[in-house]
């Protein structure tokens, strides 16, 4: 879908598992129209052929499609696990109007756990704040994966208010339970205490110790969140998390604000560069197209 769904009607609609269907049925339509062209609808069943190797596993239906030569993969090749986890603190239902960072997150999850689905990968759910609240089994069934649609469905109702933020600890706790090598996708706007970043980067790097992959879908609203873009007029200012308000006008602060936004999300892009994280800027106004392709290139790297 190359227009951006509009996250009010996704609320109103009220049915994540139709909704996501629809969203990657449509991706995966484009992408014969677009760069990742010759990945194609098979593209977890299949993956690049190497120079040298034996001919024999080429599909060459495929190749009469792509003009590339793709090799068939067996079912315990393309067996994957995947970890979900969504941030649900307050700050994450920002904007108010339509929970916006929250419906976002929902909706790319519920995309990516039907993708999975299609591909008889196993995904779980984890959803947290301060401590985990969530935490379902990894299955490929597709009655488990209907109930975590239901479970995200759940997501976007009224928010507990003041809910902070502690990923680091969350982070860890989960690294701790994952056994198997998997991909571990996280949502968020990264909103914690940034004196607690080398905690928080302390707990990626214990899930890449354990050799698992990281794909880091940095949730924003970008035109308020980053780039500070209210009208010049009275404003009260009211920190979600921890309900501390402030009055004043966005001129007042809007350089010094924009500075250090700036310095700190890249200190996170490049932290997570250190570590072999995927750190991917996730505005909620561009649409997901922006997190299958993410998730696509990474999962063809995968084996």
């Given at each position: 879908m190359k227009q951006p769904l509009n996250l009010g009607q996704v609320r109103s609609f009220g049915n994540v598992e139709f909704l996501a269907r629809q969203l990657v049925e449509g991706f995966i339509t484009g992408l014969h129209k677009s760069p990742f062209h010759g990945f194609s609808v098979e593209f977890a069943e299949h993956r690049l052929y190497n120079t040298g190797e034996t001919t024999r596993?080429?599909?060459?239906?495929?190749?009469?499609?792509?003009?590339?030569l793709f090799v068939k993969r067996y079912e315990e090749e393309t067996n994957l696990r995947c970890h979900l986890l969504i941030d649900t603190s307050s700050s994450m239902y920002y904007p108010e109007a339509n929970y916006g960072k929250m419906t976002f997150s929902v909706m790319a999850a519920a995309c990516?756990?039907?993708?999975?689905?299609?591909?008889?990968?196993?995904?779980?759910?984890t959803t947290f704040a301060d401590q985990i609240d969530l935490q379902t089994p990894t299955k490929s069934t597709p009655s488990h994966v209907h109930k975590l649609f239901t479970q995200l469905d759940l997501l976007m109702q009224q928010p507990k208010p003041l809910r902070r933020t502690s990923a680091a600890d969350v982070i860890h706790q989960v690294a701790e339970k994952i056994n198997k090598r998997s991909l571990v996708v996280i949502f968020s706007d990264m909103f914690d205490?940034?004196?607690?970043?080398?905690?928080?980067?302390?707990?990626?790097?214990?899930l890449r110790h354990n050799l698992h992959e990281v794909l880091l879908f940095h949730v924003t609203d970008k035109k308020t969140e980053e780039d500070f873009a209210f009208e010049e007029r009275p404003y009260e200012f009211i920190d979600l998390e921890t309900g501390e308000k402030v009055k004043l006008q966005p001129g007042q602060v809007r350089e010094t604000y924009q500075q250090a936004v700036?310095?700190?999300?890249?200190?996170?892009?490049?932290?997570?560069?250190?570590y072999k994280i995927d750190f991917i800027e996730a505005d909620i106004d561009r649409g997901f197209d922006q997190i299958l392709t993410s998730y696509l290139v990474k999962r063809t790297k995968m084996k």
């Open positions: 596993h080429i599909d060459w239906k495929v190749f009469g499609k792509t003009e590339k990516l756990a039907y993708m999975l689905q299609r591909q008889k990968d196993a995904v779980s759910l205490n940034s004196e607690k970043a080398d905690a928080l980067f302390s707990a990626l790097q214990h700036k310095t700190y999300f890249q200190e996170l892009k490049m932290r997570c560069g250190q």
